[in-house]
Structures are given as structure tokens and as C-alpha cells.
């Protein structure tokens, strides 16, 4: 079992459409969560970070935390066809400084 | 500021040969991390430095791979007898001060790829 398991996807959504992105991890105890964003190419860029259990909003992107189901999720809103891109989890766990990263989820928005 | 910044960008290398990678962090950032992404993957966590601390190299994949970081800024990874399969772009990462809250800032990769 992989530490950070997400879908490879691609996820395709229309635009305006809401993508959820979803994510599980093995270690109980971790603390601090992630999602990158990486276009082709290009480097990981942060989008959201989350501790506690449940939802933070930042705009058009909400992170949800469900530390008892070892779950965390990404829901754009009004995606937008510059949302396109490849969104990575990252869970820092318990007595660790790097990060364990999922393989990403692939997002297109169809214009 | 300036962000986290990385050379070369691109590497082409032979077989066999050896290959040093820079990684300069954000100023004032005393964290320091390498990760390795191969075509495809997610990212794969190399070695980590915090300060003067003892580095954390419990990433690193063999012992052709090694790290330093001078005066508790430049950090050069070096990989020696290259191998087909250290094709990858390698990414370095700075945070403030290695908290586990903290963001880490991800330079623009160094993409390696040995014939």
C-alpha cells in the first residue's frame, strides 16, 4: 500500500463545474496536509494547506479533513480551464520534515 | 524576494559519469530539501538539512547519491556513476525553519537525463 494514494485520473470536468480531488494516507499520525499544483513542465506550487479536521476555504478552492477516515480532498469551484493541471497530495507524517507525496491527479476543464 | 532557484536546468549526461546539482534556497530559509520526480510520478523525498543539524539522508536511493549544504545555504547533490534510471528532474525545496506547519517553496528542477 503507497503511503499517499490518489486517482491518476484524468479528471475532466466542464468549466464552471466543481472537480473533486480526493486523497487517503496510511500514517495515523500525521499532522499537515497539502495539495500542489504542477502544469507540465513546471514545478510544484502550493495551493492549500490544512491541519485540523474539516473544511478551509481560499477562494475558489476548499481542502477538507477527515484525520479518523485518513482523508483529504480538493474541491475547485467555478473550475476554470487554467485549472488544468496536476494536483498532488502531500502529507507530512508524524516525526518527519519531508513531505510523502501522492502521484497527482490530472485535472482538465473543458472549455 | 527571490525564490528558490536551481542549475542547471537541464543536464544530459553519459553513463557513468558524475553529475552535480545546485540548489540556492530562499533567503533566510534554514530548511532545506531534494526530491526527485521521474516521468509521470510524484515527487520522491531525497535528503533533508535543517540548520547545522545532522542531514537526513533516509531518502536517498545509493550510495551514489550524496548532498552537501555550505554555510547553512548552497546545497549541491551530487550523483555519481550516473545509471539510465537517475533520469529524473530533481527538485529542491526551502522552508523557514523545517516546522511541521511550514510551507515548503519548490525551485523550477534541474531535469537530468543520462544516455
Known amino acids: 500500500q503507497k503511503e499517499v494514494e490518489q486517482n491518476s485520473g484524468p479528471l475532466s470536468v466542464p468549466e464552471g463545474a466543481i472537480a473533486s480531488l480526493n486523497c487517503t494516507y496510511s500514517?495515523?499520525?500525521?499532522?499537515?496536509f497539502f495539495w500542489y499544483r504542477q502544469y507540465s513542465g513546471k514545478s510544484p506550487e502550493l495551493i492549500m494547506s490544512i491541519y485540523s479536521n474539516g473544511d478551509k476555504e481560499d477562494g475558489r478552492f476548499t481542502a477538507q479533513l477527515n484525520k479518523a477516515s485518513q482523508y483529504v480532498s480538493l474541491l475547485i469551484r467555478d473550475s476554470q480551464p487554467s485549472d488544468s493541471a496536476t494536483y498532488l497530495c502531500?502529507?507530512?507524517?508524524?516525526?518527519?520534515?519531508?513531505?510523502?507525496f501522492g502521484s497527482g491527479t490530472r485535472l482538465q476543464v473543458q472549455p | 524576494g527571490a525564490g528558490v532557484s536551481q542549475s542547471p536546468s537541464n543536464k544530459v549526461t553519459e553513463k557513468g559519469k558524475d553529475v552535480e546539482l545546485r540548489c540556492d534556497p530562499i533567503s533566510g530559509h534554514t530548511a532545506l530539501y531534494w526530491y526527485r520526480q521521474s516521468l509521470g510520478q510524484g515527487l520522491e523525498f531525497l535528503i533533508y538539512?535543517?540548520?547545522?543539524?545532522?542531514?537526513?539522508k533516509s531518502g536517498l536511493p545509493s550510495d551514489r547519491f550524496s548532498a552537501e549544504r555550505t554555510g547553512g545555504s548552497v546545497s549541491t547533490l551530487t550523483i555519481q556513476r550516473t545509471q539510465q534510471e537517475d533520469s529524473a528532474v530533481y527538485l529542491c525545496a526551502s522552508s523557514l525553519a523545517g516546522g511541521g506547519w511550514e510551507t515548503q517553496y519548490f525551485g523550477p528542477g534541474t531535469r537530468l537525463l543520462v544516455l
Open positions: 538539512f535543517q540548520g547545522n543539524s545532522a542531514p537526513d
Open positions: 502531500a502529507v507530512r507524517g508524524s516525526g518527519r520534515r519531508a513531505l510523502t
Open positions: 500514517d495515523r499520525g500525521s499532522q499537515s
